[in-house]
């Protein structure tokens, strides 16, 4: 007799198979990696960041603190401190924190950010946009009925987004 298996725990695998490509185009080994989460964050979501930070050959350390209260709010003053000290921030919390002060000192001392905050789900890393194929994407190319190429675009120089007004506008 066959019997449901709760699935949850091996949704981290998913989670790395999409988190991979991103991370590994920023992550490059031997970085300090800082994660930046809360306590009301889905810890399925930055454990798998930091997991795969590590496979990466960096190390993540993980900042976790208390839910801020409204989004742009920085985090707590030894969080903030760190974010100037590392090779790279991933912010994974459950508010917006691109925007607080925090960040952007980071960011204007030359520390890159990835934004994975505001609540990102392991259903927002795992279905969806996340799963296309966008190098194959690149590759599209928006026919008339009669098989000719919107605006000469053969080698793709136009934007997606462009052809693809393009096509609602024909």
Request: glycine share 6%; net charge negative; with cysteine.
């Amino acid at each position: 007799m066959l019997r449901s298996v709760d699935a949850t725990p091996f949704r981290s695998i998913e989670l790395l198979r999409y988190l991979r490509p991103v991370l590994e185009a920023n992550v490059s080994e031997g970085q300090d990696v800082l994660v930046v989460t809360d306590t009301a964050h889905d810890p399925m979501v930055w454990t798998a960041v930091a997991t795969c930070v590590h496979e990466l050959g960096a190390t993540p350390t993980v900042s976790l603190f208390p839910q801020r209260e409204a989004d742009y709010q920085n985090p707590p003053p030894p969080v903030a401190e760190a974010m100037m000290k590392v090779d790279l921030i991933v912010l994974v919390a459950t508010t917006g924190m691109f925007h607080c002060e925090a960040a952007h000192r980071a960011m204007a001392s030359g520390v890159p950010v990835i934004l994975m905050d505001s609540g990102m789900t392991a259903d927002m890393l795992t279905k969806g946009a996340v799963t296309a194929d966008y190098g194959e994407m690149l590759q599209l190319r928006y026919r008339r009925e009669d098989g000719e190429a919107f605006g000469g675009c053969e080698d793709g120089s136009l934007a997606l987004a462009t052809r693809y007004r393009r096509h609602l506008q024909h």
